[in-house]
């Protein structure tokens, strides 16, 4: 149980164009999603928190028109690039929390590979 | 969340038990102590987590200090597949929404043939 799944896992693309990364729990609902960002040799750093049917909340230094997330349902998050430049390239990843009794755990997905050239 | 501090490094020779250590000196009575790991390339996995007991899961067992100031991680047959990076991390229950997972440098483990 608790999967995460991410698609696609990895994408290249030109600059200046959109890409949506989708993060699902497979097995469970979550009410709430986090999107990380990870450079190379560097640990995961938190972009935004994601909520089920209202407005994200965004790291200090994150730009929310640029990186638009969209939590729609109790079991999907996406995560746009808008004009994606090569400094936007990076490992992205998305956790979502399970909540059954006493246990609150976040379960990550496989990560999503962004290069744009 | 409180701050933890763990090795940077780490080797094990495969089949024996690793130990990895965390200091958490200024957690508070309401802060777990969690464990992930992250394999090169890899979204990090959930391993265990703990309050104040040991636990032990398939995966690991997880030794607290009663003053619950440090913890152990602990593989108990190591294997190859176990070399990643290992992050400890203290962190309350959720209450709302705000109860992200703060990620340090983490211990990178090297399993040895």
């Known amino acids: 149980g608790a999967v995460v799944s991410q698609h696609p896992s990895w994408v290249i693309c030109k600059s200046g164009t959109s890409v949506k990364i989708e993060c699902r729990s497979l097995?469970?609902?979550?009410?709430?999603m986090f999107w990380y960002r990870q450079f190379p040799k560097q640990s995961l750093m938190l972009m935004a928190t994601?909520?089920?049917?209202?407005?994200?909340?965004?790291e200090q230094g994150v730009e929310k028109d640029k990186f638009l997330i969209n939590h729609a349902s109790l079991t999907l998050s996406t995560l746009t690039v808008t004009s994606a430049h090569p400094e936007d390239s990076s490992f992205y990843i998305c956790?979502?929390?399970?909540?059954?009794?006493?246990?609150?755990?976040?379960?990550f997905g496989p990560g999503t590979r962004l290069t744009v050239l | 969340d409180a701050k933890t501090t763990q090795p940077p490094s780490m080797d094990c020779a495969e089949g024996r038990a690793a130990n990895l250590p965390c200091n958490h000196s200024?957690?508070?009575?309401?802060?777990?102590v969690y464990w992930y790991r992250q394999i090169h390339s890899q979204g990090p996995q959930y391993i265990i987590h703990?309050?104040?007991n040991n636990e032990t899961n398939e995966m690991a067992s997880l030794i607290i200090t009663e003053d619950r100031k440090s913890s152990t991680l602990i593989l108990p047959h190591a294997t190859l597949r176990d070399t990643a990076v290992y992050y400890c991390?203290?962190?309350?229950?959720?209450?709302?929404?705000?109860?992200?997972?703060?990620f340090g440098s983490g211990t990178q483990l090297t399993v040895l043939p």
């Open positions: 956790s979502a929390r399970a909540v059954s009794g006493k246990y609150d755990t976040q379960y």
């Open positions: 097995d469970f609902q979550a009410t709430t």
């Open positions: 994601s909520n089920e049917g209202s407005k994200a909340t965004y």
């Open positions: 200024t957690i508070s009575g309401n802060e777990y």
């Open positions: 703990g309050l104040k």
């Open positions: 991390i203290a962190q309350a229950p959720g209450s709302g929404s705000a109860r992200q997972l703060t």
